[in-house]
């Protein structure tokens, strides 16, 4: 007997959902998937180009270290002494090298300035791993001058050591017996700045030495006298100290002579010749005279 239209669609609906109810399972046994989710920018600002990789930063070059117009270098290249080359850094801020021809190497070290030759004789296949240094001969385009009362006046490069007001004094050979401890700086551009070494020794206040720049003059001046004579050991021009007094001056001369009175002092000021005794304070200028004894 053949099944009716309605037992078949009963038995379709019932294989149906058996179907069913395997998928369902075999999804529920299935592991789960990883979604993956891209959230949008905020703004094309706070998307990074490259991940990992940051900028070149340039590193400084003091204007002490750096090469200048002017200046004197030495360049070599190892294996190869027929490019030792000897040049001046012309207005251009360029030398002249063989081979490569002119090269900028103003405002850089010389140290910059060795790897740029050395670039320069790789990129041509002049020099197979060229090492290149060079060295600089005599600096011309930093230079201060010292005058005054100093053991070796002239002018003096500046570099990171030599780069302090009392770092040049000390290089110019100190200050001499005749000079003061007042000092006067003058920039190129006309400024004036003095300088009390004794006070800011005194007091420790180092601020006042300060950093020198290229172009800069250095005066020291003369130390205020006294100038002692007559009868005393050894008469001359003596620098005046703070509160010096009479008896001080005479002690410089080194004292009154046996054939000398302390009665008959006289100082000479400003044209006018005054009695003195042994307690009075010097003035700048003053002329001490020691008088002989009459017994």
Same mark, same amino acid.
């Given at each position: 007997m053949k099944p009716t239209f309605s037992r078949i669609s009963r038995y379709s609906a019932i294989a149906g959902f058996a179907a069913f109810a395997a998928y369902v399972g075999m999804a529920l046994a299935a592991p789960p998937v990883a979604t993956?989710? $891209? #959230?949008? !920018?905020? *703004? +094309?600002?706070?998307?990074?180009? =490259?991940?990992?990789?940051?900028?070149? $930063? #340039?590193? !400084?070059? *003091? +204007?002490?270290?750096?090469?200048? =117009?002017?200046?004197?270098?030495?360049?070599?290249?190892?294996?190869?002494?027929?490019?030792?080359?000897?040049?001046?850094?012309?207005?251009?801020?360029?030398?002249?090298?063989?081979?490569?021809?002119?090269?900028?190497?103003?405002?850089?070290?010389?140290?910059?300035?060795g790897q740029q030759i050395a670039d320069k004789l790789r990129s041509g296949k002049y020099v197979v791993n060229p090492e290149v240094t060079v060295s600089l001969g005599q600096v011309n385009s930093r230079q201060v001058s010292i005058l005054g009362n100093v053991t070796k006046p002239g002018r003096y490069p500046l570099d990171s050591q030599n780069v302090r007001l009392t770092d040049l004094i000390a290089t110019a050979g100190g200050i001499t017996a005749a000079g003061s401890n007042q000092v006067t700086i003058v920039?190129?551009?006309?400024?004036?700045?003095?300088?009390?070494?004794?006070?800011?020794?005194?007091?420790?206040?180092?601020?006042?030495?300060?950093?020198?720049?290229?172009g800069d003059t250095v005066y020291v001046h003369k130390a205020p006298m006294v100038y002692v004579y007559g009868e005393v050991q050894k008469g001359g021009a003596y620098p005046i100290e703070p509160s010096m007094t009479v008896m001080q001056a005479i002690a410089l001369g080194g004292g009154i002579t046996p054939r000398g009175t302390q009665r008959g002092i006289k100082i000479t000021r400003a044209g006018n010749a005054v009695n003195a005794s042994l307690g009075d304070p010097v003035q700048p200028d003053d002329v001490i005279y020691v008088k002989e004894s009459l017994f």
């Open positions: 993956l989710k $891209v #959230a949008a !920018p905020a *703004s +094309s600002a706070a998307v990074p180009t =490259q991940v990992g990789i940051q900028s070149p $930063v #340039a590193t !400084p070059v *003091s +204007s002490l270290d750096a090469l200048g =117009q002017g200046d004197m270098v030495r360049v070599t290249v190892f294996r190869n002494p027929e490019l030792t080359t000897e040049a001046r850094i012309s207005e251009r801020g360029t030398i002249l090298f063989p081979m490569i021809g002119e090269v900028n190497i103003v405002g850089l070290t010389p140290s910059q300035a920039s190129p551009n006309g400024n004036k700045s003095d300088v009390d070494l004794a006070s800011m020794f005194r007091s420790g206040d180092l601020s006042k030495n300060i950093a020198l720049s290229p």
